[in-house]
């Protein structure tokens, strides 16, 4: 069975289990806001040796898309949580999970926003912010979050030995994540914004969470970022060092001065190769040394 034949296979057969997703299917390609994609440093993945495509991702109200990718043999994989930048389960987050797959991970990106509308199709981030991004609660991530570490348990992934990593959007909640699951081994955060003020969808951000690490979290950032002030990174080096919880005290945050946010998203004018392919070598070498 092919993986979108599995995928509808999965679904419930009776449309009102499904009201609570407008989106119930992954699209093709590239968010239309990150138009137009540089050709030239855009890496893709191949497919061989993997099993890659969609699932379907079971939770309390329905059933989530998310892009799986693992290797095509074998089974007991290490499991790694891919979240999502602001524009959605998109092309380079899917070659993401296949990237890590390669490596011999069960990669899961699931789309976080399906409640709330589809980013893929804005032509303008403001748009995506205000129309999508802003009505998505805490809350509900975490839970399909835990959904997906659920479905990989049941689906060859070893839950046991699970890791986060995410961007933007992603990265921030990858702090939250780690300091929600007590079962989570590691995570790797790509400049996610560290504080904000409180909403009742983002009640907390990741400074205020400083102290409740579960395990220890690896901070991508970069020094050029204008959305993430350095003097926020360094609070959070602070709050980190000052935490009573060990996972916090091991937790880091690496700096690379000359690159902008955005720096490891290959098909943007923000990619900056060599800090983007020496933090996924400090990624890979953080989850190896906490056993993923």
């Given at each position: 069975m092919n993986d979108r034949a599995e995928f509808d296979s999965l679904m419930p057969a009776h449309p009102l289990d499904r009201r609570g997703f407008l989106v119930t299917a992954l699209g093709a390609g590239f968010a239309l806001a990150t138009q137009p994609v540089s050709a030239q440093s855009t890496i893709n993945t191949p497919v061989d040796g993997l099993n890659a495509g969609e699932v379907a991702i079971p939770t309390a109200d329905g059933r989530m898309p998310a892009y799986r990718a693992q290797p095509a043999q074998g089974g007991n994989f290490r499991v790694i949580l891919v979240v999502q930048e602001i524009?959605?389960?998109?092309?380079?987050?899917?070659?993401?999970?296949?990237?890590?797959?390669?490596?011999?991970?069960?990669a899961i990106a699931p789309e976080l926003y399906a409640r709330q509308g589809d980013p893929r199709q804005y032509t303008a981030i403001p748009d995506i912010l205000a129309k999508v991004v802003s009505k998505v609660p805490d809350?509900?991530?975490?839970?399909?979050?835990?959904?997906?570490?659920?479905?990989?348990?049941?689906?060859?992934?070893?839950?046991?030995?699970?890791?986060?990593?995410?961007?933007?959007?992603?990265?921030?909640?990858?702090?939250?994540?780690?300091?929600?699951?007590?079962?989570?081994?590691?995570?790797?955060?790509?400049?996610?914004?560290?504080?904000?003020?409180?909403?009742?969808?983002?009640?907390?951000?990741?400074?205020?969470?400083?102290?409740?690490?579960?395990?220890?979290?690896?901070?991508?950032?970069?020094?050029?970022?204008?959305?993430?002030?350095?003097?926020?990174?360094?609070?959070?080096?602070?709050?980190?060092?000052?935490?009573?919880?060990?996972?916090?005290?091991?937790s880091s945050i690496h700096v690379y001065a000359d690159a902008p946010h955005a720096f490891h998203a290959d098909y943007r004018p923000s990619y900056r190769k060599d800090a983007a392919e020496d933090g996924w070598r400090r990624m890979q070498e953080w989850f190896k040394a906490r056993g993923l």
């Open positions: 524009f959605g389960v998109h092309e380079h987050i899917k070659d993401v999970c296949r990237r890590l797959a390669k490596l011999g991970y069960q809350a509900q991530v975490l839970a399909d979050l835990d959904a997906c570490v659920a479905w990989a348990g049941a689906n060859g992934g070893d839950s046991a030995r699970l890791g986060i990593t995410g961007f933007c959007w992603g990265g921030r909640i990858t702090w939250l994540y780690v300091a929600h699951n007590p079962g989570i081994k590691a995570g790797v955060a790509w400049y996610g914004r560290l504080t904000s003020p409180a909403s009742e969808m983002t009640p907390k951000h990741p400074i205020d969470l400083a102290s409740d690490l579960k395990a220890p979290v690896l901070g991508l950032y970069g020094g050029q970022d204008q959305g993430i002030p350095q003097d926020s990174v360094e609070k959070m080096r602070k709050a980190l060092a000052e935490a009573p919880a060990p996972a916090s005290r091991m």
